[in-house]
């Protein structure tokens, strides 16, 4: 079978293409051939006019640098973690508890499941792994869970038991008046209270918790 020598359009290469092939591709208005599919590809990503960009940014939430891409995809936060505390639903939320205005709304009680409902898809990626457990273990509960005018954790109903995962930020002056108050609130509802200190941004370690709460 007759062949012709090229040369490949994006790397110079030369390269050996069957002449049948050749006139085939010229009649269907080709110019342009190419020694392997990765050059193709290449020349072929050099010319989207939406081509992106490996960047550099920094995280609004922790500070931290990472890389990402340009583009519509664009990360604004290093993780999941940030990204769930940079949420819209996540400042509602924190200024609601800071204002007390969720105290006095008629919906107070509607407003907190929703944004309940809100953390908890987002907090998802943490709680999986022991969701499972609990699931196995056949434990009635609730992650992201609403007792106005707050929302916690882990509720575990068979056992009375709340369960709130506490990263750095909870040892702050402000954060630990909250706290107190979170556990008045779920003593009166009829709820114990445990706190496990978790790293910020991770996924919930479920033997851990398995081993701590006797489980």
Not at 8 to 28: D, T
Not at 34 to 54: E, I, M, Q, W
Not at 134 to 159: G, S, T
Request: hydrophobic residues 30%; positive net charge.
């Amino acid at each position: 079978m007759k062949t012709i020598n090229m040369n490949c359009y994006e790397c110079g290469k030369v390269f050996e293409l069957k002449k049948k092939e050749y006139n085939r591709q010229v009649k269907k208005g080709r110019s342009h051939f190419f020694c392997s599919l990765s050059c193709a590809a290449t020349h072929g990503n050099n010319k989207r006019p939406d081509k992106t960009y490996v960047i550099t940014r920094e995280c609004p939430i922790c500070g931290k640098e990472f890389q990402t891409r340009t583009g519509s995809k664009t990360a604004t936060f290093c993780s999941r973690g940030c990204a769930s505390k940079g949420s819209m639903t996540f400042k509602r939320w924190n200024k609601a508890v800071e204002t007390g205005k969720i105290y006095y709304k008629k919906n107070a009680l509607g407003e907190a499941k929703t944004i309940a409902k809100g953390l908890r898809k987002r907090e998802w990626w943490k709680y999986e792994d022991l969701h499972e457990l609990l699931d196995i273990l056949e434990y009635k509960h609730e992650f992201e869970h609403p007792i106005q005018p707050y929302i916690y954790d882990l509720v575990l109903f068979d056992l009375n038991l709340i369960v709130e995962f506490d990263s750095k930020y909870h040892n702050l002056a402000q954060q630990k008046k909250v706290d107190i108050e979170k556990t008045k609130i779920a003593e009166a509802a009829g709820f114990k209270v445990k706190r496990i200190k978790t790293k910020m941004n991770e996924k919930i370690n479920a033997k851990r918790v398995r081993d701590i709460l006797g489980l």
